[in-house]
């Protein structure tokens, strides 16, 4: 398994831009799809965005679709999550998740979680 940390967040106003990292431990990070996931008060945990093993294939909610981009730097142990034009139906705990082999959107298939980082964005 890997080992996530993730960081970045913070509070932001409406409109506003946030990048969080989630930097990886442990075993070949270059094996692992990464996903992005969030939890507001009182709903469910949800999907934000994943990315495969190489970067080169993406999924992204259509609630942050054209707001919200996943990369990953596997020199560095690294997956992103640029958000921008932020608002205060983003506020929640960001969590990095990781899974051997293909992206996936459901969280229940993410076997390796971080800790989770608080976003939260004002009106």
């Known amino acids: 398994q890997v080992q996530l940390v993730e960081s970045g967040g913070g509070l932001v106003q409406a409109g506003g831009s946030l990048r969080l990292s989630c930097a990886a431990s442990?075993?070949?990070?270059?094996?692992?799809?990464m996903g992005w996931f969030r939890q507001a008060p009182g709903k469910e945990r949800e999907f934000v965005a994943a990315?495969?093993?190489?970067?080169?294939?993406?999924s992204n909610a259509d609630s942050v679709k054209g707001r919200f981009t996943i990369s990953r730097d596997n020199a560095k142990n690294t997956v992103y999550l640029q958000m921008n034009s932020l608002n205060p139906e983003d506020t929640a705990v960001y969590y990095c998740a990781a899974r051997p082999g293909v992206l996936t959107l459901l969280d229940y298939d993410y076997d390796c979680w971080g800790q989770g980082t608080q976003v939260t964005v004002s009106s």
């Open positions: 442990g075993r070949t990070f270059r094996g692992y799809a």
């Open positions: 990315i495969n093993w190489s970067g080169g294939s993406t």
